[in-house]
């Protein structure tokens, strides 16, 4: 999974993949491994080269505070849903697939097959990493399929909507 995320007024890129003893992540390219378990809500024991670490997390509204020993520092997810100019869908043609930008699980399915929306209206809910993220039409059309259910988990890149 790829994030960009800003942290502390900073966009930074992060991949974490799973790896043979834990979590591997990369910032901005450097790569690190580290074994990441999840001791209660929104905290979190990291084993990082030798040293253990205890890594809270509270949420800020759309982002979230993570306090690191005596550091804390707010990240703030980037949404790639988010219209950037001159990257938009406004004018988006034909049928269009909506995925899912990260892994998580489907919180509310808030249209029908065969309703209209509009671009930017709120087609379902996924909650991730304790965030609920509304998920957006790119265009004006029709729901042609709604592939997931209320409750499911959904991966990253997986196809939650079809709009004709």
Do not use: C
């Amino acid at each position: 999974m790829e994030l960009r995320i800003k942290i502390d007024g900073r966009i930074r890129v992060v991949k974490i993949t799973r790896g043979t003893f834990g979590y591997e992540f990369s910032l901005d390219g450097n790569g690190v491994a580290a074994d990441v378990v999840q001791a209660e809500p929104g905290l979190f024991s990291v084993l990082f080269e030798g040293k253990s670490y205890e890594v809270r997390i509270t949420a800020e509204g759309n982002a979230a505070r993570l306090a690191v020993e005596d550091h804390e520092f707010l990240v703030e997810r980037e949404d790639p849903r988010k219209w950037k100019r001159g990257a938009g869908t406004a004018g988006a043609h034909g049928r269009q697939s909506i995925a899912a930008p990260m892994p998580g699980r489907v919180i509310r399915v808030l249209v029908k097959e065969g309703e209209k929306v509009g671009p930017g209206q709120g087609v379902l809910i996924v909650e991730a990493m304790k965030m609920q993220n509304e998920i957006k039409s790119p265009k004006e059309g029709t729901i042609e399929r709604i592939h997931v259910r209320e409750g499911a988990p959904v991966n990253s890149g997986e196809v939650l909507v079809v709009i004709a």
